[in-house]
């Protein structure tokens, strides 16, 4: 089964511009969770999606937004870029495997670099 | 809320020795726990996973973890390292009402000398 695809995997942009990141989930999965990492604050939640709905959302700008799919692909977007948004985005997709049993899995992230 | 302090954000210890890394985690419900290593320029790997049932959980590469309720404590070992295990290691929790948000700790990148 293929794991979970993040396209692209590298992007440079300019302060100020917005930027759109895609992740497919593994088959058969149905919530994409999207977290960003950095040095300095590490791994932080942005948001989940289930069935085309947000589910969850952390404590990030409204410049962050997402969406999901009907086929379980979902996206992100950055809106008017900031130096600090320069990150490492990981988009995961989860499964309940069984009673009482959970995993998530990890896409390679996509390295946002903002100049 | 939850959270997860992992104890030692660098650990370094010789080829063949025991790998002790520390996470103690605060959840207000029963939580469920994961350990996760990331390569360099790569994603998150998951080493293995705390639900339910059995307190000991044993994962891939030769990891395991104790969960401890009464430590709040999810301790990842493996009793001989091996250089390639060189990278860093993520503890995180998350509830079962809660699954699609992983809270994580700070991590913990492991070195391993010949």
């Given at each position: 089964k293929a794991g979970v695809t993040q396209t692209p995997r590298?992007?440079?942009?300019?302060r100020g511009q917005q930027v759109t990141l895609s992740c497919s989930p593994i088959s058969g999965h149905r919530s994409v969770s999207w977290y960003q990492q950095t040095p300095g604050q590490g791994l932080q939640f942005l948001f989940e999606y289930f069935s085309e709905t947000q589910r969850n959302k952390g404590n990030f700008p409204g410049r962050f937004s997402g969406r999901q799919f009907?086929?379980?692909?979902?996206?992100?977007?950055v809106s008017t870029l900031e130096l600090g948004d320069s990150a490492l985005y990981l988009c995961a997709s989860s499964v309940l495997?069984?009673?009482?049993?959970y995993e998530q899995y990890f896409g390679p992230g996509t390295r946002l670099t903002v100049t | 809320a939850q959270s997860v302090t992992q104890l030692g954000s660098h650990v370094s210890v010789s080829e063949g020795a025991l790998v002790l890394l520390r996470c103690?985690?605060?959840?207000?419900?029963?939580?469920?726990?994961?350990?996760?290593?990331?390569y360099p320029n790569q994603g998150l790997q998951l080493?293995?996973?705390y639900t339910t049932g059995a307190t000991l959980v044993k994962g891939i590469n030769g990891f395991e973890a104790e969960f401890k309720k009464s430590e709040t404590s999810f301790h990842l070992t493996k009793p001989s390292a091996h250089m390639s295990d060189a990278a860093e290691y993520f503890c995180a929790v998350t509830s079962s009402s809660n699954t699609?948000?992983?809270i994580f700790g700070q991590g913990t990148t492991l070195q391993v000398k010949p």
């Open positions: 590298y992007l440079i942009k300019t009907s086929n379980s692909r979902s996206e992100m977007n495997a069984g009673v009482g049993s | 103690n985690y605060s959840s207000s419900v029963p939580p469920y726990l994961f350990w996760y290593v990331q080493l293995l996973k699609g948000k992983l």
